[in-house]
Every structure is written in C-alpha cells, then in structure tokens.
C-alpha cells in the first residue's frame, strides 16, 4: 500500500539560508505522526510544505497520489482535502462560529447552506461547542477557539489533518480539552501530522515520533523506540530537557 | 463691522446655494469616494501582488498622484478626460463631457491614491495566519481577499476611509478653479453679482465648517464604539 | 489623438515680453518654494504652541488648543484663502483695510498666512501625538529634576518629539508645497497658475502641465532627500520612530 503523505528528499531555502535539509518521510493511512524538535529546527516550515503554504525547492511530496510541488497541481483543491489547525487558531474574527464552519464548506466545497449548517452544528456538538454557535471568535477562550479550528477543519471532511504546535499558545489550564479532542480523532483512525511538544500525547497516541534539529529528519522511530531507546546524541539531549519538567 | 452685513442676502440664495450647489458637492463627494475606494482597493492589491508588472505601475501610479497639487491634478484631468472620453469610444472627435462627469473622473482618480494607500496598510494589518489558514482550507486568491481578508481590512479601515471622505468633502470646492457651481462655485457666483463676497464667504464657511466637524466628530464617536468591540 | 505637440515652445517669448514661457515657469517654481518655505515655518510655530497648549495639564489651554485645530481643519483651505483674502480687509478698520488691498504682493502675503495657519493645524496635531507617544516617566522625571513646566517641554519633550516627528513632519511640508497651488485662486503666480497660464496663451496645454508635473516631482525629490539626511544627522541610537497615521493631501 502507498502512503498517504510521502516526502522525498525535501529542501528549502530562505535566500541562502537552508531551513530544510533533504527529509524523507512517509505516513500512511490512519497513521499518527508526531514531529518535535527544538524550535528553529524546521518542524512547522516541513507541515507547511506539506499543503503547499511554503514552496520548496528540491524534492517531492504527494498527498494520496498528488504531488503538492507540481506547478499543474490545483493547491486550493488539494488544501481543502487536508485539514490544518494552526498555533494561534486563526478563526476569521469577523465571522461567528457558525459563519466559520459554514463559509468554507459552502464557498469551497459547494455545500448548500442547510447541508453546511447540520454540519457544523454536528462538529461543535463534537468538540463540545454547540452552545456557542452564534458566539465571536473573540467571546471564545483560547482553549474553545482551537476547538473550533478543529471543527472548522474536520467540517471539510479531510483526508488527513495537520496540526501546527495546536496547544502551545494556550494557558496550561485549557491545553488539556485540545488535546483530549485530537485523541478522540487518532483513535477514530484519522492520518495525523502533528507538530508539538506534548510528549503526552506522543506516547498516548502516535505510531511514530519524526525528531528535527537544524532543518534534517535526525530521528523516524515507533514511538515506544523513540521514547525508550533514542538513536542519536541530539534527540537524547532534547528528551532530557524536555521531560524534566 | 456687521453694520452692513446683509443676511437678506443669504436667505434670498439658499435655495440656489442647496439645491444647485450643494447637491453637487455631496453627490460628488459620495461618488467620488465609492469609486475611489474600488479603485483603490485595486490598486492596493496590485501593489501587494508582488508581481512586478502590477506593483510597478500601480506604486508609480500612486506616488505621481501624492506627489503633484490637486489643483494641478484638476487641470490635468480637465483637458484630458475629453481625449480620454474620445479614446474609449472611438469618436473622431475629443469627446464634449459635463462639468459633473469631468470632475467625477478626477476625483475618482486622485483620491483612488490615497484611499489605495489606506486600504494596503489595512490589507497589511490583517496577520498573516489569517491568509494561511484560508488558504488551508482550500480557498483561492480571489477568495481568500474577498472573505477573509478585505472585510477585516475595510473593517479596520473604517474610520480612517471616513477621515479621508471628509477631507474629500472639503476638497471638492477646488472645482472652483475649473468654473463648476459646486457649493462654493454656487456661493462665489452669487457673491459677484451681488457684491456680498463677505457674506457669502463667510456662509460658506460657516456651512462647511458645520458639516465637517459634524462628520468628525461621529467619526471619533465611531471610532471608539469600534475600539471597544474589538 | 489630433492634438499638436510642439515641445520648443518652452523656448517661445511670453506674452510679458521679457520672458520665455521656461522662464515663466521657473518664476513661479520660484515663488511656490518662497510660499510654502514662509506658510511652512508659520505652521511649525503656530502648530507647535497649539501642540503643546492641547498635552500640558490645563483644561483651558486643552481646549483652546483643540478649539484651533477644530476651526482650522474643517474649513476647505480654498475658503480660509478667500476669507483672508476677501472678508477680512472688509471687516477691519477702514483705513487698514485699504492699506491691506492696496499692498503690492498682497495675494503672496495672504497665502503665506492662510496656508500657514491651515498647516498648523495639522502639524498641532502631529506634535500633540508625538508628545503623548513620548513615555509619560520622561515628564514625571524632568519634573522631579525641578525643571518647571516651561523647561519639561524645551529641554526634554520637545527635542525628542521634532527627532521622532521628521518623517511625518516632512510629509506635511511636502503637503504645504502641494497645497501653496490653491493659491492661484487668489492670484498668487505660483507653479501651477504659470503652467495654466502658459496653457491659455499657447495653447499647449499638455506640455505646460507635463512641465509643472515633473517640476513638482524634482521638488518632491529633494525635499524628501533632503529630510533624509535631516534625519540621519538627528537620529538617536536605540529610539525607533515613530508613525502617524497618513490621511489627507
């Protein structure tokens, strides 16, 4: 079986500076994927690669069967068949809650609106969030917001999702209702990038850990290798500081 | 030094000075600010493009436009918009057009620059994650402007495009220079038939001055109602 | 296009004479730099006293000041021309208003005070901003110094706002150069009203405009050069600038 996200030999330049070093990674079906890494080291600029937000110069990448670099690819057709959360949430402010789970559906995927509204009613009742429907962005606390991106992006009936560092703009109190959420998807076997710190979570629910430093793909192990028996120097010394707290 | 000041005068021209001459101006000044804020709007996303066939004539486009006086500008597009008219139409001739349609043009035009400058800072306040994560969900350029971006531009923008109209309001008695009975060209006509520059200058400033500070000050009641929600 | 291009006609004689129609229009280059250099010190001193009057600690002056601002800026700066030019010799003294419609240059005179004062507000304005944007410790700590009041602003608050307020301030010259054109209304033979008036003798309208347009953009140019350098010889090292926001002509 072919993966459902395959990178091949990924480099990226910002002028002259290299921020992605020739990384290699696949992930199938159902499969979760966590990528940490210290910051600075490429882990976000990879996500972003992967649905074409950031072009790359060298290498390959395809989403179930589509190559993401090729100029002939339709990007906003591929985009809305992948679900991204972002670090700061990224709700349109000036949109309710319901506007936001129903605009994309009906402008990109040509939902009629009473189609895209029992959607989006059905998602917040998900994520916990139906109260809240015709509520701002900006009456929402940080934990609720995330919770709707996450809505606004499974409204759009992704092939897989990516999630950009999702709690680490969070006060420490609400990470946890993220998180519980994501779980909630890997366990209903959704393909999963996510980019984060929550070690937690890693050895909860992900396949396999991918580590970075510096723009290369040091580590891809099963998470219990990762964890237990980690291959290289760098991930070693990242892990101890990490877990001490 | 009122002694001889002659509100007679003014009452007897009221009629004239509204309905001929500030109908004008207003209707100017509305026009001219609804096609000035498309076009600028345009402009903005030109010069935001990045694509330099677009960012280079529109940024040259708009600092011409803010670099030379009005006035100037009015001249300028005086004699040009009958060659532009005829240009557009074909016609053997350069093309006879009205005072209103002259002056509309230019207005348009001039104030295009200003309100694209308004609308680019306000495009470039939008975060950039905005832009991302439309674009993550599969939206298109002309989507991804037209519900994400530009209503949260022209939203923040608001009382900054208001400020704008009114100091287009108050120009728009430049037309003066070009014979057109807008509100001041109304009040100047009656002024030397009669002789009664100084009470129909005065009027006349008295009236702009109401409708200005009137208008800024709602601006500045807008303003922090707007503050306050965001 | 069935218009007729003749470029040499910058070398014609004007209708004075004396002159050709290149000359003509150095004149007037002449007399908006004169215009806009006198209408802009006018507005920098009113603007500033105006300026301060609205951040010191007395409501009166407070008000005062924004009473200013408020009549400056929401009268067309076309009417505050005719007002100055027009009504106020009527309204004065018999005689002085004789002698001012009387005095040779008067259009020149009238200009200088109306953009002047019209700039002031503007500049009252920036300088009011400027001075809020400063951190209210610099007042409080001149104060504790024992500087009186007066002191605060010349020793402190006020060399630190002109260093902050360049980049604004030059666009409001730039502004006055621009807005001295309304004067033509008045008589004033400026740049622009020599570029109309060379359209009306020759008949070379697109030529007469093309000159004063680039003649406008060369000033444009060295006054903006010029301000740069201003501001590299003022700059004080680890102080951003500061911007104001950009509405009007």
């Excluded at chain 2, 509204?18 to 609804?34: E, I, P, R, S, V």
Aim: net charge positive; proline share 5%; glycine share 6%.
């Amino acid at each position: 079986m072919s993966a459902m996200i395959d990178i091949a030999g990924l480099s990226k330049w910002y002028g002259a500076t290299q921020v992605l070093k020739d990384c290699s990674a696949a992930i199938a079906t159902a499969e979760v994927v966590v990528v940490c890494g210290p910051s600075g080291s490429g882990k976000s600029t990879l996500l972003k690669c992967v649905n074409g937000l950031e072009p790359f110069q060298q290498g390959r990448i395809s989403v179930d069967g589509v190559s993401v670099g090729d100029p002939k690819t339709n990007l906003p057709r591929l985009r809305a068949r992948i679900g991204m959360v972002f670090q700061h949430f990224e709700l349109f402010p000036h949109l309710s809650v319901r506007r936001n789970l129903t605009l994309p559906q009906i402008k990109v995927l040509r939902r009629s609106a009473d189609e895209a509204n029992a959607k989006a009613l059905r998602l917040l009742e998900r994520v916990g969030l139906s109260a809240y429907a015709d509520k701002f962005p900006g009456e929402l606390s940080g934990g609720q917001q995330q919770r709707v991106a996450i809505a606004r992006s499974l409204a759009m009936d992704p092939i897989a999702m990516l999630f950009d560092e999702p709690t680490s703009a969070l006060d420490p109190e609400m990470i946890q209702e993220v998180l519980d959420v994501m779980v909630g998807l890997a366990r209903d076997g959704m393909t999963m990038i996510v980019v984060t710190h929550e070690m937690g979570f890693a050895r909860k629910v992900a396949h396999r850990v991918v580590f970075m430093d510096k723009g290369e793909i040091v580590e891809n192990a099963p998470t219990a290798d990762f964890f237990e028996n980690p291959g290289s120097e760098r991930a070693r010394l990242f892990l101890s500081k990490i877990l001490q707290h | 030094m009122f002694a001889h000041f002659d509100f007679g005068e003014i009452v007897r021209s009221l009629p004239y000075l509204f309905y001929t001459g500030m109908t004008f101006t207003l209707l100017l000044t509305a026009l001219a600010t609804f096609i000035g804020i498309v076009v600028g709007t345009l402009l903005a996303l030109m010069r935001l493009s990045g694509i330099s066939f677009l960012t280079v004539p529109a940024a040259a486009y708009v600092n011409l436009m803010r670099s030379v006086p009005f006035v100037l500008m009015i001249f300028w597009f005086y004699f040009l918009v009958p060659y532009i008219g005829q240009w557009v139409t074909f016609s053997a001739q350069p093309l006879q057009v009205g005072a209103f349609a002259s002056s509309l043009v230019t207005f348009s035009l001039f104030e295009a620059a200003f309100f694209c400058e308004i609308m680019r800072a306000g495009i470039q306040s939008i975060p950039r994650g905005q832009v991302a994560a439309a674009q993550a969900l599969g939206m298109t350029y002309p989507m991804v402007m037209g519900y994400v971006v530009l209503p949260q531009a022209f939203r923040n923008m608001v009382p900054v495009l208001l400020t704008q109209t009114i100091v287009l309001f108050q120009d728009t008695s430049l037309v003066y220079v070009i014979s057109v009975t807008d509100f001041l060209g109304a009040a100047s006509k009656v002024a030397e038939r009669d002789g009664r520059l100084v009470e129909m200058y005065t009027f006349a400033a008295c009236v702009y001055f109401v409708i200005s500070f009137a208008a800024s000050r709602a601006v500045q009641v807008l303003q922090r109602r707007t503050a306050i929600i965001r | 296009m069935n218009y007729h291009w003749n470029w040499s006609i910058f070398w014609e004689l004007s209708p004075d004479g004396t002159h050709t129609y290149f000359a003509t229009l150095m004149l007037g280059t002449a007399w908006t730099l004169i215009t806009s250099a006198c209408a802009f010190t006018i507005a920098l001193v009113f603007g500033s006293i105006v300026g301060v009057l609205r951040t010191t600690p007395y409501s009166w002056a407070m008000r005062l000041g924004s009473l200013y601002v408020d009549v400056f800026r929401n009268v067309p700066l076309l009417v505050q021309m005719f007002l100055w030019y027009f009504v106020l010799p009527e309204l004065l003294p018999q005689a002085l208003g004789d002698w001012l419609k009387q005095l040779s240059d008067a259009s020149f005179y009238t200009a200088v005070v109306a953009l002047g004062l019209y700039m002031s507000a503007r500049i009252a304005e920036q300088i009011r901003a400027g001075i809020l944007s400063l951190p209210r410790g610099q007042r409080l700590a001149s104060l504790a110094l024992g500087m009186t009041l007066p002191q605060a602003y010349a020793y402190v608050l006020l060399p630190m706002t002109y260093r902050i307020l360049l980049p604004p301030l030059t666009s409001e010259l730039l502004n006055t150069i621009k807005n001295s054109a309304v004067a033509l209304t008045i008589g004033l033979m400026e740049l622009t009203a020599r570029a109309r008036a060379m359209q009306e003798f020759s008949f070379q309208v697109f030529e007469a405009f093309t000159a004063a347009t680039i003649i406008y953009i060369v000033i444009n140019m060295l006054v903006t050069f010029a301000m740069r350098m201003v501001e590299r010889r003022l700059t004080i090292p680890g102080y951003l600038g500061f911007k104001a926001p950009a509405v009007g002509h």
